[in-house]
């Protein structure tokens, strides 16, 4: 039961362009949602996240965007460099009940390629 | 900057034996986390861990596996016997906040787990 989904699992931008990474969720109970940059060989680096009380989140060159109705979420990152190049998961959690830290769901990811 | 650190890099054991997985989350952090990623699939959540106890598990986190916080800084993954299908990288993961919010969580290096 895939609870958190990235269907595209490759993405190749070239140099100075937009990347747009796609996620799509399935349960609505999900309230908040982060971006992970992973290099081989190294663990999940956290990019940026969004709460669902939000539809837009800026850092610099990355956005996130949350479409709650259509249950989507997308990164934005302009422009792109060949640093960027890495494998991005998109994870969503919720809030327990007693109000404490909910686990992260992950999608499979989506290796960027970014071209010089 | 501080980061959560993991030992070791890459463990290789024979199937039945005992392994333990060592993690020093970042310091102030109260919540911990232990993850896996078999090789070509999604990060999976197992554990996290809170105050001395577990908070919430996974499925795939049985009788088979146990987490401790023997003291101040390290956060230790235990399997007792292992198995071909627990060849894995293992990432720990801390976070800060406990209640009325969300905070991202910070992953280790990992550990690679080989079993034969």
């Known amino acids: 039961d895939q609870q958190v989904k990235q269907n595209s699992p490759s993405l190749s931008v070239q140099e100075g362009r937009i990347s747009i990474l796609n996620c799509d969720y399935t349960n609505s109970m999900f309230d908040y949602f982060l971006w992970y940059k992973k290099y081989p060989a190294e663990g999940p680096t956290f990019l940026i996240s969004i709460s669902s009380i939000k539809d837009k989140n800026e850092d610099g060159r990355f956005t996130v965007f949350l479409n709650k109705s259509a249950k989507h979420l997308s990164l934005h990152i302009v422009p792109s460099q060949p640093g960027d190049s890495a494998v991005y998961f998109c994870a969503a959690t919720r809030m327990n009940y007693g109000g404490s830290q909910g686990n992260l769901i992950f999608g499979k990811g989506t290796k960027l390629s970014v071209k010089p | 900057e501080p980061e959560v650190t993991q030992t070791p890099s890459h463990q290789v054991t024979q199937m039945g034996q005992e392994v333990i997985l060592r993690c020093v989350p970042i310091?102030?952090?109260?919540?911990f986390y232990w993850y896996r990623q078999i090789l070509g699939q999604k990060v999976e959540f197992l554990v996290s861990f809170y105050n001395n106890e577990i908070s919430e598990k996974s499925e795939i986190f049985d009788d088979q596996f146990s987490v401790e916080r023997p003291d101040g800084s390290n956060f230790t993954l235990k399997i007792r016997s292992t198995k071909l299908e627990d060849s894995a990288m293992y990432f720990c993961a801390s976070s800060r906040l406990r209640y009325g919010g969300h905070n991202e969580q910070f992953f280790g290096p990992g550990t690679r787990l080989t079993v034969l």
């Open positions: 310091s102030n952090h109260l919540y």
